[in-house]
């Protein structure tokens, strides 16, 4: 039985994940391009390869593959309890620690000493990029890589006391929309440059009084959509204006 699908970064291949193992089909025609055991199964984005994708088959070992062949074997020396996709690097995590690897070299970049079960990476700038790090049960950090400042991993925010409810998105790489878990109202984390580093915060954006949100769905033409359930197992679809100029 099916548990989880994935489309790839250009919309060409979908993953079918379900029973340890994935399926990889054409979008269009539904043919077979892969297929094997997998725990987890994560598109890398799409600035790193040809369709590059990453599996984890057993708790030490993730293999990755660009263009459907097997090009690297990453060999943890810790548990890894998930990973996690869609961004310029691998994000695995385990009991206590998120460590970030070189889909390329499969070489660690780093290690945070944080319990995560969450991971949302931005789009890519230039060599740069972010990820939201949502921890349990309380934390949201913000992990940041400028190639003006080095090309290390920075954490730029903390918020130990913020629950997430669900994860969030990215709007214009900058800002990290995401609904907290103790207000029901939705919140952004907002970078800014400014001499010396980089100013952030998280700000609220609106309250949602009728419903209990849930995880922000996506962003198009200034709008931000979300899915509530106001009660029982009712669902609705609703939208916030949020102009990109406001943020950016």
Do not use: H
């Amino acid at each position: 039985a099916a548990t989880a699908i994935q489309f790839s970064p250009n919309g060409r291949f979908i993953c079918v994940q379900g029973d340890g193992e994935y399926s990889v089909y054409t979008a269009v025609a539904w043919r077979n391009r892969a297929f094997g055991k997998s725990l987890d199964f994560v598109w890398a984005a799409a600035s790193v390869g040809n369709n590059v994708f990453a599996v984890r088959d057993s708790p030490n070992t993730i293999r990755v593959f660009e263009d459907f062949q097997e090009c690297m074997v990453i060999k943890t020396d810790v548990t890894i309890d998930r990973i996690y996709g869609n961004g310029s690097v691998l994000a695995a995590s385990g009991s206590g620690y998120c460590l970030f690897y070189d889909y390329r070299t499969g070489e660690l970049i780093q290690a945070i000493e944080q319990d995560v079960n969450a991971v949302a990476f931005s789009e890519p700038t230039g060599s740069g990029w972010s990820a939201a790090l949502m921890a349990e049960p309380r934390g949201l950090y913000i992990v940041s890589v400028d190639p003006s400042d080095g090309g290390e991993l920075n954490v730029v925010f903390k918020a130990e006391e913020e629950r997430v409810r669900g994860g969030g998105i990215w709007i214009d790489s900058r800002a990290f929309v995401f609904t907290s878990a103790d207000s029901g109202k939705i919140c952004y984390w907002l970078a800014a440059s400014v001499a010396g580093g980089i100013q952030s915060q998280a700000v609220q954006l609106v309250a949602v009084t009728d419903a209990v949100s849930l995880t922000p769905l996506g962003y198009y033409e200034d709008r931000l959509y979300f899915m509530t359930m106001a009660g029982g197992a009712d669902m609705a679809l609703r939208s916030v204006s949020l102009p990109v100029a406001l943020i950016a």
